[in-house]
């Protein structure tokens, strides 16, 4: 009986050969840092002359091939958190990035007392800003909107006091 590992990795190869994508993958275990957000167990990490595809706007065909593999593999959902597909260690740039653009955002609602709403992200990247202000108090972290246009909007923790 095929483990979980080899199923994606079959499904992978029958993807990318159908697809006549010039890309070659290695699975391996997740090394994560000690300061990292996300920690995923397994890693696909791609390469080739196709490479820049998966990364075009935001990663859109590698965040593609990370559902479609593993919802043909049938994992259950609490699996997807543990296998992450990436290229260039582009995830991990992308978490910095992330983690920086929350910063600066919540020095900006500490500054002006306003929510600042962020542009629409995936679950991953709206997860990766909730925790990176998880640690602030005097912020707080909320998604709104449906679907491809929820969104992290940061708010003071507090509301501001009123001038009388």
Partial sequence: METYLEVIERI???VLRA??????FTLRKGTPAEDEIEA??????????????????NGTLLDAFEYVVLRAARLEEHFFGRITFDAKEWRRLRAEEL?????????RVLDTGDPFT?????????????????????????SE???????VVIHPASPPARKR
Avoid: C, W, Y
């Fill in 12 to 14: 992978l190869k029958d």
């Fill in 19 to 24: 697809g006549r994508f010039e890309l070659s």
């Fill in 40 to 57: 995923p167990e397994f890693v696909v990490d791609f390469t080739g002359p196709d490479t820049d595809l998966l990364l075009e706007k």
């Fill in 99 to 107: 983690k920086l653009t929350a910063q600066l955002a919540a020095e």
């Fill in 118 to 142: 962020l542009q629409p992200m995936n679950a991953r990247e709206r997860r990766i800003v909730h925790l990176a202000l998880r640690d602030l108090p005097a912020v707080r972290t909320a």
């Fill in 145 to 151: 909107g449906m679907g491809a246009e929820r969104k």
